[in-house]
């Protein structure tokens, strides 16, 4: 019996090859680090209370401070007087990262762990196996996910049986869409794509384990220790680098929190500190600000940056929640060139390539394609062409690569970077950053755009949908509005928690701070120039959801029409009603996991908000521990 944690009821035994007596032992030594993690959540919560009471926008840090939980001051994080990482040779070369689980929702090892096998066949030269956004978490998945992985990394036959098959599957599509094959020697082409893994956030707490004190065990910590100790040797062994993506920082001081439990792990393990490399997800405006001192904070863990759209519009929403003439407009229109989002990826570019002070560069990985190739032809091909230039795009801004969410788009996008042919862009001249009053404004620049009926019907539609494919288990999901159910000429996008969180963001702002429309729109007799309203939200929201009621069980399950469909639609309700905006969607969505009962998801939902509005708690642990 382990006094530092409780694993919950049978879990311990049923799944012996995760939690084996090294991971127990890790897991004990890093426990302490879980209220640490909790104040620090603490702490995040109260500096965005304090700016929503005092309508404070972010601002950047003071030069002559510290970095928190280190002695590094943030004028010399800036100017790169810092001791770095060098970038290993299999992530020197990172033209497209696929992303996407390890595992599916309620299936066997063989049916779940083909996940694995499409994406190291895939081609893409990194895979970022999610443990976060993209991964169920009903039952026992995420660790399925850390299961699935170590049969993978290690080749076991189990995994070698469904390679082979899935390789087959795989050139049987390519052949029709490429001409060729794309798997050529299925057990060599194993070897090729370098192994990542996203932890758990630091808002996150796990759903199996809770600290002796009582309180849920953070996700981050049970991730790190049960990836990293379970395939660190035969990763070793294989030459490979250990390599976790970090989402969610906001602060260097968080970024600080991570490089301990981090060098933590690696004393245990007896490893030399920076054996373990990390990219960080800029998904956090807060983390625009401190971009420079976040990576001197992780010093030689850290290799880069990676640059996601979805996470990042939600952050600045929640940030800028307090001020009514802060309005987004049609998700559509917030692409990586947009206003504020033109300037976050700008200052990112120019913080990986300050050099150290040994004179190393970081990687910057661009953001999500989230097209899959599968629909009419034109409608492919449209598809196809727009993720082709979005890919050109970030090549000639200078990212070093990019993410694709399908395994189907690597060979599609991957040549973008091939023809080129440079390994990266370490080391690109751009200006080095600045922290000026201009610089903090660009950071939240609004630029115009429509604010639409059919945009609101979008965002709401894929917000339920995703709320419904959430609770079954699907974190990542191919949807679509329903307006668009059988037309092919339309694709389907793959989605993940992100796509929740924003598009619930972006409808709370147009009915709590009135957005205007900027066209007529027959169906709901409104014209340009009449305000967002919850009349007219509600209006839509009951003509959404029927849509979805009445959809093929091809777009909504049949099954869940009387079960996590109704959930999802309680928990959009409850988010657009309160005139508090409530900081994650997904809390909302994790404790209402493995239920379907709708009295008590409507208990649940209640309970999280009044702790909320009393004092700022968040409910984050596993209800039914």
Not at 301 to 314: A, C, E, P, S
Not at 400 to 427: C, F, T, Y
Not at 538 to 543: A, F, G, I, Q, S
């Amino acid at each position: 019996m382990n006094n530092d944690f409780k694993i919950h009821g049978n879990i311990q035994e049923k799944y012996s090859d995760v939690y084996t007596p090294e991971v127990l032992t890790a897991l004990s030594a890093l426990a302490h680090f879980n209220k640490e993690v909790k104040d620090a959540m603490k702490a995040r919560i109260n500096r965005r209370a304090e700016r929503q009471q005092t309508k404070t926008r972010i601002h950047f840090l003071d030069a002559e401070a510290l970095i928190p939980r280190t002695k590094i001051k943030v004028q010399d994080a800036r100017d790169g007087k810092f001791e770095g990482a060098v970038i290993p040779a299999d992530l020197q070369r990172q033209w497209i990262q696929g992303t996407g689980p390890a595992a599916k929702p309620n299936a066997i090892t063989e049916s779940s762990i083909r996940n694995v096998a499409y994406a190291l066949l895939s081609g893409a030269d990194g895979w970022m196996f999610d443990g976060e956004d993209a991964l169920g978490q009903i039952t026992t998945m995420s660790l399925d996910n850390q299961r699935n992985l170590k049969l993978a990394i290690k080749k076991d036959p189990i995994f070698l049986k469904v390679a082979e098959t899935v390789a087959a599957e795989m050139n049987k599509w390519s052949s029709q869409f490429f001409g060729h094959d794309v798997v050529r020697d299925w057990k060599e082409q194993l070897n090729f794509t370098t192994k990542i893994f996203r932890a758990r956030g630091l808002h996150l707490d796990d759903r199996h384990i809770r600290h002796a004190d009582g309180t849920g065990m953070a996700a981050s910590i049970v991730d790190i220790t049960l990836y990293v100790v379970n395939n660190y040797q035969q990763l070793q062994k294989a030459g490979s680098s250990i390599v976790l993506y970090l989402p969610k920082i906001q602060t260097a001081g968080e970024a600080a929190l991570w490089n301990d439990m981090l060098t933590a792990l690696e004393t245990h393990l007896h490893l030399a500190v920076g054996t373990i490399k990390v990219y960080v997800l800029v998904e956090q405006l807060e983390a625009t600000f401190q971009l420079m001192e976040i990576r001197a904070a992780l010093g030689k863990h850290f290799v880069g940056y990676n640059t996601g759209r979805w996470d990042y519009i939600n952050s600045v929403a929640d940030a800028m929640a307090w001020d009514n003439h802060f309005i987004n407009p049609d998700i559509e229109t917030i692409t990586m060139t947009y206003g504020y989002m033109r300037n976050y990826e700008n200052r990112v570019r120019c913080a990986v390539n300050t050099p150290d002070i040994n004179g190393n560069f970081a990687l910057w990985q661009g953001g999500m394609e989230p097209n899959i190739p599968v629909g009419s032809a034109e409608g492919v091909s449209a598809g196809m062409k727009k993720a082709v230039a979005g890919a050109q795009r970030e090549q000639r801004e200078g990212a070093s690569g990019k993410w694709v969410a399908h395994w189907k788009m690597v060979n599609i996008v991957r040549p973008v970077w091939e023809n080129i042919g440079d390994a990266n862009q370490l080391g690109r001249k751009f200006p080095r950053l600045t922290y000026t009053q201009q610089d903090a404004d660009g950071l939240t620049l609004l630029e115009n755009g429509p604010t639409t009926i059919r945009g609101a019907r979008n965002l709401l539609s894929v917000a339920l949908q995703y709320g419904n494919a959430f609770e079954q288990g699907m974190q990542a999901a191919a949807l679509k509005p329903a307006d668009f159910f059988g037309n092919d000429d339309i694709l389907y996008l793959m989605e993940d928690m992100a796509t929740g969180e924003i598009r619930l963001s972006i409808l709370w702002e147009w009915i709590h701070k009135g957005a205007i429309l900027t066209e007529d729109d027959a169906p709901t007799a409104t014209k340009a120039g009449d305000t967002f309203s919850m009349n007219l939200f509600e209006k839509l929201l009951r003509e959404e959801y029927e849509k979805l009621l009445q959809a093929n069980t091809k777009d909504v399950f049949d099954s869940s029409k009387t079960t996590t469909l109704p959930i999802s639609k309680e928990i959009v309700i409850n988010y657009m009603q309160s005139k508090e905006k409530f900081p994650w969607f997904i809390d909302l969505l994790n404790i209402n996991l493995d239920n379907a009962d709708l009295s008590v998801a409507k208990k649940r939902i209640n309970l999280y908000m009044e702790a909320f509005k009393k004092d700022g708690t968040r409910i984050t642990e596993n209800m039914d521990f």
